[in-house]
């Protein structure tokens, strides 16, 4: 209990501040004594007696501590009661502290966060604080306080016991995912407002879910404050069946009341739609996408369209032999891709080993949902060869003569034009890389008498009728000539 001064329009005003009532007292009277002194230094004064009953004095709020899902509106009251003496009713302000650390006191406003109503109701005084849309934010412990200034020389202020709020929120899990091709789904939620007593993962006919070879499970609510992340991993889903998964979320006081069976639960769906891909028939001369050079070649991805979904985005990438892969229709390919209902199609004009020799795979992807459509994969190989140069050689000199096939390989055979002589245990062939393969035939003492002519190099394969060659002149001559390529060879020569 303190005395207070306070000095106001040139009076000067004492206060009495009793701030906590002690328990043993009960109507209690206090004497309020003005002493003034005349010019005798007799003391004139003037005493008031002033009773006060504290019990006559209560404020309460709602009997429990609250919770609410975020997004939705909250409210608390407050009952302020006080003698018949005082005609008016209080005064009653809101205090908010907040759950973090720091406890700060904010004073509340009626505003577009709060709404405050006040009303007299007999001999109680009732004020109504509205949070609007709850969220985390406006988390924490309330209560308001009650002022009464009736008489005017009396002043008391009435604290009643805070009520905590509790506000817990769960994000929406997406209601249907759609799937395509073997693809993953994760479901994941965030939880926040309140420690889980637990968190579990349900399918269609409410079995708990752990990790296994279909599933795997997330839930990590150990620490003591959240946000709490809670996962599913779908590995296997089977095509065409709509599966439908929950996460259940046990909740403690006092929000274990808030939702039926004291859960909190979010529901997910779940369904993969079978599509089809499928490229050309036999189109080449053989099954393996085999192609001379110089042809023209034509690629067609078709489609199947799931229901409920929206035609696809088709595109076409090739992976070349010789290295790099680039999307069919940039500016690093010959020919661009013309799209048709149902199909895409790219044709390729003139091609050539280095260029177009290499996988080409189509891709569809569904608006709206996970994943990519099967890919259809078409090698292309172009059946090709280098020239053989004409080559100039001294008497009695060494040479070799190399021609170089593309595409694919087979059987490597040389000869010599008007003659009969085999030239097996001359010739070389190397490996077939990179598209590859190249054979040589070789001279160690090359003579004009028996060596000069114009000599085939030949490919043939397995189940290719036709096949491809080149051809040379060797001639001996003194002096050094430069080299110069021979004229392009001739199919099936």
């Keep these: 209990m303190t005395v207070e001064d306070e000095t106001k329009d040139g009076s000067l005003y004492k206060y009495l501040k009793i701030s906590a009532w002690p328990s043993d007292w009960k109507d209690t009277k206090f004497l309020c004594k003005i002493i003034k002194t005349n010019q005798e230094n007799k003391e004139l004064f003037k005493s008031e007696t002033i009773s006060l009953t504290s019990s006559s004095y209560t404020v309460t709020m709602d009997a429990e501590d609250k919770c609410i899902e975020g997004g939705k509106d909250v409210k608390f009251t ?38 405050v109503v006040g009303a007299k109701d007999g001999v109680n005084y009732k004020s109504t604080l509205t949070v609007d849309k709850a969220s985390q934010s406006q988390a924490g412990s309330f209560y308001c306080v009650a002022t009464y200034t009736e008489p005017s020389y009396l002043q008391i202020s009435k604290k009643a016991d805070a009520r905590a709020l509790t506000v817990v929120e769960m994000a929406d899990i997406a209601k249907k995912q759609i799937i395509i091709g073997a693809t993953n789904v994760v479901f994941s939620t965030t939880f926040t407002g309140q420690k889980p007593l637990s968190a579990k993962w349900f399918d269609s006919a409410n079995k708990e879910l752990a990790s296994d070879t279909k599933y ?147 891709d569809a992807k569904y608006p709206g949902a996970i994943g990519t459509a099967s890919s259809v994969t078409r090698t292309l190989h172009v059946l090709g060869f280098k020239p053989i140069k004409t080559t100039f050689v001294a008497e009695g000199g060494v040479t070799k003569l190399q021609c170089t096939f593309t595409g694919r390989t087979g059987t490597v055979k040389w000869a010599k034009a008007g003659s009969e002589n085999v030239l097996t245990s001359r010739v070389t062939t190397g490996k077939y890389e990179n598209g590859e393969i190249t054979s040589s035939l070789s001279f160690t003492k090359a003579t004009q008498a028996t060596d000069e002519g114009q000599y085939s190099c030949t490919m043939t394969y397995a189940d290719i009728t036709e096949t491809k060659s080149t051809s040379t002149l060797a001639q001996n001559h003194e002096d050094n000539r430069s080299n110069s390529n021979s004229s392009l060879p001739r199919r099936g020569s």
């Design 78 to 115: 407050c009952t302020a009661s006080f003698p018949n003496t005082i005609t008016n009713g209080p005064s009653i302000t809101w205090h908010r502290v907040d759950s973090t650390g720091d406890k700060v006191v904010q004073p509340i406003l009626d505003g577009d966060k709060y709404v």
């Design 216 to 362: 795997t499970v997330v839930n990590d609510i150990s620490a003591a404050n959240g946000p709490y992340t809670l996962s599913l991993t779908v590995k296997e889903v089977s095509a065409d069946t709509l599966e439908s998964f929950k996460v259940v979320v046990a909740l403690r006081p006092p929000c274990n009341s808030l939702f039926t069976s004291n859960q909190y639960t979010k529901t997910a769906e779940l369904q993969k739609l079978t599509t089809t891909l499928t490229g050309d028939a036999k189109q080449f001369q053989t099954n393996n996408d085999y192609v001379f050079a110089g042809s023209n070649v034509k690629f067609t991805c078709s489609y199947t369209n799931p229901k409920n979904l929206a035609a696809p985005t088709v595109t076409w990438t090739a992976t070349k032999t010789k290295g790099g892969s680039v999307a069919i229709g940039t500016p690093d390919t010959t020919s661009a891709g013309s799209f048709e209902t149902g199909k895409v199609v790219i044709t390729l004009s003139n091609v050539n080993a280095d260029d177009h020799s290499g996988t080409y795979k189509c």
